[in-house]
C-alpha cells in the first residue's frame, strides 16, 4: 500500500529578476517540485494546497486541483516534476503545502510539501 510516507517532495527555487520590481514591491521567485513515488501502487496528484507568507508576514493560500493544468499519474519509482511560481512583495517568503493524492485502489491521503525559502541570491535573513 502507499501512503504519504512513500512519497518524497523536492522543490528547487530561483529568483526572477526579469519579471520582478523591487521598487513595485513586487518578488517573482520559480520553484520547481520533484515528486517521488516509492510507494508499491500508482498514484494520482488530485489537488494542492499552497501557504506563502511574505516577509511582512501577508499569507495568500492557493488551491486548486492538480498543478500546472494537469493531475498527473506517478508510477511506482517513478517521479513527476514541474516549474511554477510565486509573486510576493517582500525580498523574503515562505511556501509549505500539501498535495491530496489517490492510490490506485481507490484511497486518498495527503502528502506534505516541506516548508521552502523565497529569498533573493546572496542575501541573508
Same mark, same amino acid.
Given at each position: 500500500?502507499?501512503?504519504? &510516507?512513500?512519497?518524497?517532495? &523536492?522543490?528547487?527555487?530561483?529568483? /526572477?529578476?526579469?519579471?520582478?520590481?523591487?521598487?513595485?514591491?513586487?518578488?517573482?521567485?520559480?520553484?520547481?517540485?520533484?515528486?517521488?513515488?516509492?510507494?508499491?501502487?500508482?498514484?494520482? /496528484?488530485?489537488?494542492?494546497?499552497?501557504?506563502?507568507?511574505?516577509?511582512?508576514?501577508?499569507? &495568500? +493560500?492557493?488551491?486548486?486541483?492538480?498543478?500546472?493544468?494537469?493531475?498527473?499519474?506517478?508510477?511506482?519509482?517513478?517521479?513527476?516534476?514541474?516549474?511554477?511560481?510565486?509573486?510576493? +512583495?517582500?525580498?523574503?517568503?515562505?511556501?509549505?503545502?500539501?498535495?491530496?493524492?489517490?492510490?490506485?485502489?481507490?484511497?486518498?491521503?495527503?502528502?506534505?510539501?516541506?516548508?521552502?525559502?523565497?529569498?533573493?541570491?546572496?542575501?541573508?535573513?
Amino acid at each position: 500500500m502507499t501512503s504519504r &510516507e512513500d512519497v518524497k517532495i &523536492e522543490v528547487n527555487t530561483r529568483y /526572477l529578476q526579469e519579471q520582478s520590481d523591487p521598487d513595485g514591491s513586487r518578488y517573482v521567485f520559480a520553484y520547481t517540485v520533484e515528486i517521488s513515488n516509492k510507494g508499491s501502487q500508482a498514484i494520482k /496528484l488530485l489537488n494542492r494546497h499552497w501557504h506563502i507568507t511574505d516577509d511582512n508576514n501577508k499569507v &495568500e +493560500e492557493v488551491r486548486g486541483d492538480g498543478v500546472i493544468g494537469q493531475q498527473p499519474e506517478i508510477l511506482p519509482g517513478q517521479s513527476f516534476h514541474y516549474t511554477s511560481g510565486a509573486v510576493i +512583495e517582500t525580498k523574503f517568503g515562505t511556501m509549505y503545502g500539501d498535495y491530496e493524492l489517490l492510490t490506485a485502489d481507490g484511497k486518498k491521503f495527503k502528502a506534505a510539501i516541506p516548508p521552502f525559502l523565497l529569498a533573493l541570491p546572496l542575501t541573508f535573513h
